[in-house]
């Protein structure tokens, strides 16, 4: 082991200075994890999928990671394949106490799937993903990430094709593998062409439920979609007074919704 020491550190060293050499994703957002990850952003800005979906056609071609004791790692994926995604999401799927990192994975050929990275020993890799859509161009835009049914387990939801399909998902992620919880048919969480990813919340009812907050098509109303035995149910569904067009927040009491329309209206919307 003393032979080969020195030469892991120096590989790790090399594997640092990557990921601090790499360029980040010029419209990209750096998140923060709450575990052994403390950073993740993208990296690799790159054109080879001419698809746009998020407001320019550049796309990243890596993953990078800062721990929460400094050290940095890099994912960086094979040609025929971007992230198509502004950010990637740290977060413990699987209540182990380490992050997982959650990102959209685009295969230049078959188009958008839900992908997880984690760590295998000191390797940054894939770990789970959905099945790729199967086309180029189509899309799918992650929601929120949390315990929706308060099982204890968190659900990854997304939004699969939210310009046509606009098909509302929720996934578990257990013993490297993802598994479909539910799904739904009509409601979307992005605009096609926009930067905005991020218009939907986490939100506690007046009855005490948990509910995932989203726009319905159109962006012109706000459903409150509650989780139960493996189904989502739709218990409201609000008007916005306008399309919504900014992120969707929860206030700091938690009791409304805060986001604003077109042309410029800013709207708080009582929570049902
Ligand atoms: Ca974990
Ligand atoms: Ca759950």
């Known amino acids: 082991m003393k032979l080969f020491a020195p030469v892991i550190a120096a590989l790790l060293l090399a594997g640092q200075a990557n990921a601090l050499a790499a360029e980040r994703l010029p419209d990209g957002v750096v998140s923060k994890g709450s575990n052994d990850i403390a950073e993740a952003w993208l990296t690799r800005p790159t054109t080879r999928y001419a698809h746009g979906i998020l407001g320019d056609a550049i796309e990243a071609g890596g993953l990078a990671v800062k721990m929460s004791d400094g050290r940095l790692f890099e994912h960086v994926l094979p040609a025929g394949y971007v992230f198509e995604d502004r950010r990637a999401r740290p977060v413990d799927l699987d209540g182990d106490g380490r992050?997982?990192?959650?990102?959209?994975?685009?295969?230049?050929?078959?188009?958008?799937a839900l992908a997880?990275?984690?760590?295998?020993?000191?390797?940054?890799s894939l770990q789970a993903k959905t099945p790729h859509i199967g086309r180029p161009n189509r899309w799918l835009n992650p929601a929120e990430i949390a315990d929706l049914d308060g099982d204890g387990r968190v659900e990854i939801t997304a939004v699969w094709t939210p310009h046509l399909g606009r098909v509302l998902q929720a996934w578990h992620?257990?013993?490297g593998k993802l598994n479909?919880?539910?799904r739904i048919q009509g409601y979307s969480n992005h605009a096609i062409g926009s930067p905005v990813q991020d218009l939907t919340e986490v939100v506690q009812l007046s009855d005490g439920r948990r509910a995932l907050a989203i726009p319905t098509p159109g962006y012109?109303?706000?459903?409150?979609?509650?989780?139960?035995?493996?189904?989502?149910?739709?218990?409201a569904r609000i008007p916005a007074g306008g399309r919504?067009?900014?992120?969707?927040?929860?206030?700091?009491?938690?009791?409304?919704?805060?986001?604003?329309?077109?042309p410029k209206t800013f709207v708080t919307m009582s929570i049902p």
């Not at 997880?116 to 940054?124: D, R």
């Not at 919504?244 to 077109?262: D, M, P, W």
């Open 173 to 175: 992620y257990a013993d």
């Open 116 to 124: 997880v990275y984690g760590f295998v020993g000191a390797e940054l």
């Open 220 to 235: 012109e109303k706000i459903a409150f979609m509650v989780l139960q035995g493996g189904t989502f149910a739709e218990v």
């Open 180 to 182: 479909q919880v539910a």
């Open 99 to 112: 992050d997982e990192i959650v990102v959209v994975l685009a295969s230049v050929t078959a188009g958008a």
């Open 244 to 262: 919504i067009i900014t992120a969707v927040r929860s206030s700091k009491n938690g009791r409304k919704l805060e986001f604003a329309t077109y």
